[in-house]
């Protein structure tokens, strides 16, 4: 099925993303967020950043969103990272330099820095609603840290992969190394490829599980994508927004834990409407249709 997508007014005040109901006729509920640098390979500067946490606060309290695709315009890159230009002719660190700080307070100014920093990117993964990110082309540095915060996620089979980090003399601190080894099972491969910052492509990000599926274009992955999330978004909102939590929760804390967060949560969400409608459109052999929430 060709997309034929629409741009969501909601949304048209953004500078650096654009977001489309991408199929509003077979998937109304579905959004598509695109980060919009194609000519700088979609690299990223702090404006961006802040605005990428914006976008998704906003979808994740959208009632008219249930699922989200992210993607990056253009043939070439989902995002080749920081823009290290941007990055050298400013910053905190050249600022705490420019007014004479000492080392306490130039570490004072980076900490905040650099939490801001994690905390917009970590809008992605605290969005309520399931993130289906699709990479294809120049996937670097940043790329890891937020697909990452997705929920699932496909590529091309051009796609180019590298946590990049200590080529430009640092560990990543955006999130990767927080996120990575509990998306990818192997501590080995996760060490390999951010000790190393190593090119790995679609097959074998494929193999560790670091996405799940690869197709042979951008375009077919995005296809793919938006039928998933449509799905995902026919589905009662109630129950899928519990499971993302649910999941989300689950890989940071014990069993014990989740468990007993489990019960708390579902005391509330079995209350829905939800369950019945479910239950009776299976019987009926018919498709339920859920409200928003």
């Not at 946490?53 to 959208?62: E, I, W």
């Amino acid at each position: 099925m060709a997309l034929q997508p629409q741009p969501l007014s909601a949304y048209a005040g953004y500078a650096h993303f654009i977001v489309t109901s991408p199929s509003p006729s077979h998937h109304p509920f579905v959004a598509h967020v695109e980060i919009n640098r194609p000519a700088k390979l979609n690299a990223f500067h702090e404006a961006m950043w802040h605005e990428l946490r914006r976008v998704f606060q906003q979808l994740s309290a959208d009632p008219d969103v249930r699922a989200v695709v992210l993607s990056g315009a253009g043939d070439r890159a989902f995002t080749a990272g920081l823009d290290v230009t941007a990055a050298s002719e400013g910053g905190v660190l050249a600022s705490a330099e420019a007014q004479g700080l000492d080392a306490a307070r130039k570490a004072a100014r980076l900490r905040q820095y650099i939490a801001d920093f994690q905390e917009c990117i970590s809008a992605v993964e605290k969005c309520e609603k399931p993130v289906i990110c699709v990479m294809h082309g120049i996937s670097i540095g940043l790329a890891i840290d937020i697909s990452c915060c997705a929920d699932i996620r496909l590529c091309s089979q051009d796609a180019q992969f590298a946590v990049k980090e200590v080529d430009i003399g640092l560990a990543a601190d955006i999130g990767t190394l927080a996120r990575l080894p509990k998306v990818v099972g192997s501590q080995s491969w996760v060490k390999d490829v951010c000790l190393t910052a190593r090119d790995f492509s679609a097959v074998e990000a494929l193999s560790v599980g670091f996405v799940s599926q690869v197709h042979e274009s951008k375009a077919a992955a995005l296809a793919v994508a938006v039928e998933m999330a449509g799905f995902i978004a026919s589905k009662s909102p109630v129950a899928v927004q519990g499971t993302k939590e649910l999941l989300n929760h689950s890989r940071d804390h014990t069993v014990d834990d989740n468990l007993r967060y489990t019960g708390v949560w579902n005391a509330a969400a079995l209350q829905t409407n939800d369950v019945a409608a479910a239950l009776m459109s299976g019987l009926k052999k018919k498709k339920p249709t859920f409200e928003k929430l």
